[in-house]
């Protein structure tokens, strides 16, 4: 894409304008593999599913075009992304609503969703483990959690942590998860694409951390 690593770093914080809406697509890419693993681990059952910061809802718009016993609910702090998800939710209108809001504290009812649902948000929460708590309190007893990040080692290679990234390994967040209130937590962790920097390739590492109310 071409641009400097801060920017790029603030544009996944927040993207907006035409340079969000490229990362937005390109985060569609490298964040599928995460998705997937998620999307497997969801109940059969009928559920209702909140999303912190779907992006421009394309995953979410898949999982809707194959799953239709989901009622899906996604939340993010820019307007753009809002707006483009909107657009890609609107087959679904009668069973999907994107709304522009705060994700760190989430002002829905208490016990209102069977899933939560976040991959590549949590570092850029200013207290994570309040995050958390206020995130658990929206889930139904027994409900299920589940986070998607890039491994420490992998967001390091970037050098994300001198932009405002707070960075977790698995059991890293495993801890918190069970600090925050979470139980019966597991993790997957997921090998990626490598990236090449300088003909050289840097392995790249993922995972899924799940856990219940």
């Not at 490229?22 to 969801?42: G, S």
């Not at 483009?84 to 609503?97: C, M, V």
């Not at 139980?183 to 962790?189: A, M, T």
Request: negative net charge; aromatic residues 6%.
């Amino acid at each position: 894409m071409g641009m400097r690593e801060e920017d790029y770093a603030r544009l996944l914080r927040k993207p907006e304008g035409t340079a969000g809406l490229e990362v937005a697509l390109t985060m569609n890419r490298l964040n599928a593999l995460m998705y997937q693993h998620c999307f497997d681990l969801l109940p059969s059952n009928p559920i209702r599913i909140l999303e912190i910061g779907p992006g421009n809802a394309a995953e979410a718009a898949a999982l809707l075009q194959t799953r239709t016993d989901i009622k899906y609910t996604g939340i993010d702090n820019t307007s753009d992304m809002v707006a483009e998800g909107t657009k890609r939710l609107s087959a679904f209108a009668d069973r999907a609503e994107y709304l522009l809001g705060d994700a760190e504290q989430c002002s829905f009812p208490p016990e209102h969703f069977d899933v939560l649902l976040s991959i590549n948000t949590l570092y850029f929460m200013e207290d994570p483990e309040a995050t958390l708590q206020s995130w658990l309190k929206v889930l139904k007893p027994g409900g299920l959690m589940l986070l998607g990040l890039r491994s420490r080692e992998s967001m390091e290679q970037r050098g994300m942590q001198h932009h405002g990234f707070k960075l977790f390994d698995e059991q890293e967040l495993l801890r918190l998860m069970q600090k925050a209130g979470l139980n019966h937590g597991s993790s997957v962790h997921i090998e990626e694409e490598p990236r090449i920097v300088d003909q050289q390739r840097i392995p790249m590492h993922s995972y899924v951390c799940r856990g219940m109310k």
